[in-house]
């Protein structure tokens, strides 16, 4: 995120939300968001769902299935033609607008509501609304990302926000909620094939440079593989050896059925994981992990916070994970010696300009947000606010791109996915209290498409796309509107991806979750 | 900001203008005791507990509903301020069940703290009791409505924090009583079981079933932590007993949600004593898994990893990180995938 979450209650005028289920997904910030709205901030919801903020909008918009950037492209065509854009913003703060007007200038409201299903009048109405709030915040989340054209997708929400001048002060930006506890500090922490700590590039040779002498070791100069290629290269061979910590490919990335052949094709796969789960059935080796409550640590939220993890029993597998890591170096003869997560973080940020200024001890009271580059600085809880990373903000004329695969005769429906408010991925499964309650799939289907097929809500569907076909029950509803299927992907039983999309987005290699066509039949 | 003078006990305080006579009494370090109010809610002033004497006004004053006055003179412990509150507090048990020996709340719960202090021990009055059924039916939250005092700190957080509505006050007099709509149990609203209302509660009206039996709440460890489940970076109490995890309450002081939480962070934390989760390392022999020990585990492990990179070369491993793990582990995991193993094949959910 650019800005912080508690902007919302204290500085938002406005909400604007695309592609995110806030009060299921990170239902923190849904209160906040309602809270807001209820003391008099708008509320405007872009979902083709009838997700529970629809309920209390001042405007939902049921856009269809990946048409985010015409309609984003529509809105920017309104607020150029009606003169509302922040014309100081754009000139002392961006650059390449051209490009971004004559690419606009085709997203007519009359073009963008046949593509999106909204009508002229909302299209006008909310542009206007967005342009003229002094303090708006945008927030998206995988709605946005899980597309082929994903990158597009937050490139035209940038547009949007730079158009407008809704960067770099309080209650504005564009903020991505993020998924998991740590999914931004996996990220800041150099899990990624292409950065060390801190966004340092590893073809960078000064970076490279740096971590070499910290580390003692010469470093590989070329870019690794994104997950998706890491399968592709296990299933032609090229990889051959893997080792997964924390995570279940096998029922949470899309396109099952090449996870599995790939690890099948492994010649060792060590897997480090709290339970025996479909990936680690997989492995030659399984190291069982500790949780959350058995280590110190930290992790780093959406908005860039960094929070103590504080250890509250012992580790049930009688060690934690950063001491199991350490011991496998050893053996490899390469030891690393830290007496505790501490340790680390410290060795961390003084590689890590973006994080050198904290440390546990500054972390005590209510965590900190980075950028911090020195002990002396606060923190930072907005971004962008007098200049961009780069300079000036870069526009971009973004044209529509339609999913790559949308329902035929042969696949009628259109599948989405996502979280329910209950499960956490395919932790939750093992929390008796809530598996009590929410034990199964129950996929939502448009009341009109249950008629015509004859199903209830409980009865069981079979799905089948090009890559296969599952079982699930489901719920009629009219939170999806009519041609649509939607699915969580919590339940082993009911494994969504095994029958999503191949589709990805080319840059960040992101599965296109959000659609896919299927067939539908009572099971 | 315009500040105002008043005296409190008799000394001289300075807040300023639409501090609450509560807020402006406990900065001079006067302690008012309340059972509706509390921060981050909206006042009412239902209870009456909170009442003071405040020179020339016709009754006392609900000090968490009153804003401080210029030259206001509030006497916070005065006899008559006393004798009211005993009076409330005699009301209060006159119809709550007196069963503190075994009630989960005890040693948390604010109307037993009260009525030591102020010396009650039994009610004044007799008369008619309630007797409604214990609400169990869901896994997480039991509803003793016979313990309820009608504060509705319940009703508000529900309201005001989640934004959910689930609950409010029905009936009337005597049979007042909060109740989700048709005064169905929460299994059949729509209730999204925060637990926000549990929270708040001041008795054992509403207690975690996760809890229940598990420990008396003052053996409870608890160790400020953040939540393992979204992106939104909440912090909650881990709640320990004997080396175990017994349950999360909330922790006022976190940064970014306050008191609240959701049905995971709140409820799901119970995975980690999940009976199968993985004690010991397993090897795959002829397709099973045999409990090996760490040391044999490993072994083969740097046995293997090694064989695999002198054979094919660094880039034949690839690791994936994890975005549930913690910053520390994740940092390890980048570092021996580039430094021990020789490539940049590391990568984590972030993408899928």
Known sequence: ?523 | MEMVKLTINGKEVEVPAGTTILNAAEQAGFSIPRLCYMEGLSSVGACRLCVVEVKGARALVASCAAAVAPGMEVQTHSPSVMEARRMILDLLIANHPLDCLTCEKSGECSLAEYCYEYGVKESTFKGEKHNYPIETSNPFIVRDMNKCILCGKCVRACSEITGQDTIDFAYRGFNSKVIPFYDEELVESNCVFCGQCVSVCPTGALTEKQMAGKGRRWELTKVKTTCPFCGTGCNFDLCVKDGKLIGVASNPSAPVNGRALCIKGRFGWDFVNNEKRLTTPLIKKEGKFEEASWDEALTLIANSLKEIKNKYGPNSFAALSSARCTNEENYLVQKFTRAVMGTNNVDHCART
């Open chain 1, 1 to 523: 995120m650019t800005n912080s979450i508690n902007e919302i209650t204290t500085d938002a005028q406005l909400m604007l939300l695309i592609g995110t289920n806030t009060t299921e997904a990170h239902p923190v910030i849904g209160y906040k968001m309602r809270q807001a709205k209820r003391n008099g901030a708008k509320l405007i919801v872009v979902d083709p769902r009838r997700i529970d903020l629809a309920e209390e909008a001042d405007y939902w918009l049921r856009i269809k299935s990946g048409t985010d950037i015409p309609f984003l492209n529509g809105l920017m065509h309104i607020i150029l033609k009606e003169g509302l854009h922040d014309k100081n913003f754009v000139e002392t703060r961006c650059e390449n607008f051209e490009a971004l007007e004559s690419t606009v200038k085709n997203y007519t409201p009359d073009y963008v509501s046949k593509l999106t299903g909204i009508s002229e009048e909302d299209l006008y109405a909310v542009a206007r609304l967005y342009a003229t709030t002094d303090r708006a915040m945008i927030f998206y989340t995988l709605g946005i990302t899980e597309h082929i054209c994903g990158t597009q997708n937050v490139m035209s929400i940038a547009n949007l926000a730079m158009l407008t001048g809704h960067l770099g002060r309080p209650g504005t930006g564009v903020n991505p909620i993020r998924g998991q506890n740590n999914v931004q500090g996996a990220c800041d922490m150099g899990a990624l094939p292409n950065v060390f700590s801190g966004y340092q590039p590893v073809i960078n040779e000064e970076a490279r440079k740096k971590f070499e002498k910290a580390w003692g070791v010469s470093l590989p100069d070329k870019v690794g593989l994104m997950i998706p290629q890491m399968f592709d290269a296990a299933n032609s061979g090229e990889v051959k050896a893997m080792y997964i910590l924390g995570e279940n490919p096998v029922l949470t990335d899309p396109n099952s059925n090449h996870i599995r052949k790939g690890l099948d094709k492994l010649e060792f796969l060590v897997v480090q994981e709290l339970f025996l789960t479909e990936t680690a059935e997989y492995a030659d080796v399984i190291l069982p992990a500790a949780s959350f409550a058995e280590t110190n640590g930290t992790f780093t939220s959406t908005e860039r916070r960094v929070q103590r993890v504080r250890k509250a029993i012992e580790p049930v597998p009688g060690q934690t994970n950063w001491q199991t890591i350490m011991a496998m170096s050893a053996k490899m003869g390469y030891p690393m010696e830290y007496n505790s997560p501490e340790e680390i973080w410290n060795e961390m940020a003084s590689l890590s300009p973006a994080m050198a200024g904290i440390n546990y001890e500054r972390l005590e009271a209510k965590g900190m947000q980075w950028p911090c580059p020195s002990l002396d600085h606060p923190g930072t809880p907005c971004l962008h606010g007098t200049s961009f990373s780069r300079g000036k903000g870069l526009f971009q004329g973004i044209d529509h791109i339609p999913p790559q695969e949308m329902p035929d005769e042969e696949y009628p429906f259109l599948l989405n996915t996502g979280r329910i408010l209950q499960h956490y991925n395919v932790t939750t499964p093992y929390s008796t209290g809530i598996q009590s309650m929410w034990s199964e799939e129950y996929s939502e289907f448009n009341p009109a498409d249950a008629a015509k097929l004859g199903v209830e809500t409980g009865d069981k569907i079979k799905v089948t796309s090009r890559r296969g076909s599952i079982t699930a029950r489901i719920k009629v509803t009219d939170r999806v509107p009519p041609g649509m299927l939607w699915m969580s992907f919590h339940y082993a039983e009911s494994p969504t991806n095994a029958i999503t999309s191949e589709g990805l987005d080319p840059i960040t290699k992101t599965g296109e979750y959000k659609v896919c066509a299927v067939r539908i039949e009572k099971a």
